[in-house]
C-alpha cells in the first residue's frame, strides 16, 4: 500500500517556493533577451524549465530511504514556478517595451 502523505506545510515547503522561483527568474532573465511574440511565451518557457527541475527533483529525492514523492511539494513547486513566471514575463516584456508600452526595435 502507498504512503499518503499529510506534510502540508511541512519546514521545507518555504525552500521548494524559493529554489523553484530562482530558477524560473533566472531562465526568464536569460530568455528576456529574445524576442516573442507575446511575453507570455517567456513566461511559459520559464515555468516549464522549473516546473521540470522540481519534478525531477521530486523524483530522485523520493528514491532515497525514508523518502516518498510528496504531492504537497509538488503544489509548493508549482507556487514558486508561477512567481518565477510573473518575474519572467515583466523581464521580457520590459526588455521589449518602454515605459510607456511601445514596442522598441
Do not use: P
Amino acid at each position: 500500500m502507498t504512503k499518503i502523505c499529510n506534510d502540508k506545510t511541512g519546514s521545507d515547503k518555504k525552500l521548494h517556493v524559493f529554489c523553484e522561483f530562482v530558477i524560473a527568474a533566472v531562465a526568464g532573465v536569460l530568455t528576456s533577451f529574445i524576442h516573442f511574440s507575446s511575453a507570455f511565451i517567456a513566461a511559459g518557457i520559464a515555468f516549464i524549465i522549473a516546473f521540470a527541475f522540481g519534478i525531477w527533483k521530486e523524483a530522485r529525492d523520493s528514491k532515497q530511504a525514508g523518502n516518498h514523492f510528496c504531492v504537497w511539494d509538488i503544489i509548493w513547486d508549482i507556487i514558486g514556478c508561477l512567481i518565477g513566471a510573473v518575474v519572467a514575463f515583466l523581464a521580457n516584456y520590459y526588455t521589449w517595451h518602454d515605459l510607456a508600452c511601445n514596442m522598441i526595435l
